[in-house]
């Protein structure tokens, strides 16, 4: 059964930079569409960024587009966000998390759509603050 953890959350300076890792185990990441999601208090869960199977299709959410950078790594069974530039609104919990790529759709499929994802990390804190 696939697991994913998140690490590399922290506090930072508007402005600043952190490196998010999700790492797999009891699984690798093949086959899987991954994406980066965040929640912050009183808020709803937002889509931030994902990335294809084949690691060639990546999708941002507005709010990020340009700051951030989602890649990932199937030597490691590990994805990738940099996030630049942050800003104090970048300020959640944040989730790695896989879906299943569907077998109907190509390896370029991309989904921001939270509902269509089903396993989950436990999420790592990012505070941006002054």
């Known amino acids: 059964q696939l697991q994913l953890v998140e690490s590399g959350g922290g506090l930072v300076q508007p402005g600043g930079s952190l490196r998010l890792s999700c790492a797999a185990s009891?699984?690798?990441?093949?086959?899987?569409?991954i994406g980066w999601f965040r929640q912050d208090a009183g808020k709803e869960l937002e889509g931030v960024a994902c990335i294809s199977t084949n690691g060639i299709s990546t999708r941002y959410s507005d709010p990020v587009k340009g700051r951030f950078t989602i890649s990932r790594d199937s030597a490691n069974h590990a994805v990738y966000l940099q996030m630049n530039s942050l800003e104090l609104e970048d300020t959640a919990v944040y989730y790695c998390a896989a879906e299943r790529r569907p077998t109907w759709v190509s390896s370029d499929y991309v989904s921001l759509n939270h509902n269509t994802y089903d396993n989950w990390g436990q999420g790592t804190q990012v505070t941006v603050s002054s």
């Open positions: 009891g699984s690798t990441l093949d086959g899987y569409v």
